[in-house]
């Protein structure tokens, strides 16, 4: 099992950058595919982007391509996310999931296994 604790979201003006972090408990980390979620207010959770468990593959959803970036350090049990370009569409509470098994290049909410519980980002215009 691993637990997940988000940190980095606040408030940022649209074009502003902001970088999320995960840290994760368990030896098992580097197993794991990693991928970063959000969901707005009234709207259901979507698929952000994730990452295999090397850091060698990487997917995301396409209103964040060019400007959202995953990494993680197996060493440090931490997952990243760099936000750039924001914008007030990207304002939402974002978390931090974990998935056993193989890595897929999809988005798939029910396919995770563990959750954080969130950090707020939002975004003024």
């Known amino acids: 099992q691993v637990q997940l604790v988000e940190s980095g979201g606040g408030l940022v003006q649209a074009g502003g950058s902001l970088r999320l972090s995960c840290a994760a408990s368990?030896?098992?980390?580097?197993?794991?595919?990693m991928g970063w979620f959000r969901q707005a207010p009234g709207k259901e959770r979507e698929f952000v982007a994730n990452?295999?468990?090397?850091?060698?593959?990487?997917y995301y959803r396409d209103s964040v391509k060019g400007r959202f970036t995953i990494s993680r350090d197996n060493a440090k049990n931490t997952l990243n996310l760099q936000m750039n370009s924001l914008k007030p569409e990207d304002t939402a509470v974002y978390f931090c999931?974990?998935?056993?098994?193989?890595?897929?290049?999809?988005?798939?909410?029910?396919?995770?296994?563990?959750w954080g519980k969130g950090t707020l980002v939002t975004v003024s215009s």
């Open positions: 368990g030896r098992t980390f580097s197993t794991y595919t």
């Open positions: 990452i295999n468990w090397i850091g060698s593959s990487t």
């Open positions: 999931a974990a998935r056993r098994g193989p890595y897929y290049r999809d988005g798939d909410v029910a396919a995770m296994d563990y």
